[in-house]
Nanobody, 126 residues
Framework: QVQLVESGGGLVQPGGSLRLSCAPSGFNWDRYAVGWFRQGPGKAREGISCISSTNGDGAAYYADSVKGRFTLSSDNTKNVVNLQMTNLKFEDSAVYHC?????????????????WGKGTLVIVSP
């Protein structure tokens, strides 16, 4: 089955950090960019970051809501993309999904996506 698999979600206090990972299952994602989206309670799905390549030299882009706090990188030795999240806020609580993208030149657009993961839950709470 062709999909992405996310990991690393959990409960964290405000100001804390988490690292989410995304890996492909059932396909080779070398020709894709990869992005992260999130959907909080009662909110629309938001594209927060993408990286233009999974081979270790891609450029990363961020939405204003996470710029300066989140860092997206690819590790081609482990075939994963990592989203390092720091200084987490209550409003970062959401289900986080990764997806392959046909293009990445700014914050990711849902219309550019192909394959999705099922998501991982992040809760920011005291």
């Amino acid at each position: 089955q062709v999909q992405l698999v996310e990991s690393g979600g959990g409960l964290v206090q405000p100001g804390g950090s988490l690292r989410l990972s995304c890996a492909p299952s059932g396909f080779n994602w070398d020709r894709y960019a990869v992005g992260w989206f999130r959907q909080g309670p009662g909110k629309a799905r938001e594209g927060i970051s993408c990286i233009s390549s999974t081979n270790g030299d891609g450029a990363a882009y961020y939405a204003d809501s996470v710029k300066g706090r989140f860092t997206l990188s690819s590790d081609n030795t482990k075939n994963v993309v990592n989203l390092q999240m720091t200084n987490l806020k209550f409003e970062d609580s959401a289900v986080y999904h990764c997806a392959t993208l046909r293009r990445c030149a700014g914050p990711p657009d849902i219309f550019d996506t192909d394959h999705w993961g099922k998501g991982t839950l992040v809760i920011v709470s005291p």
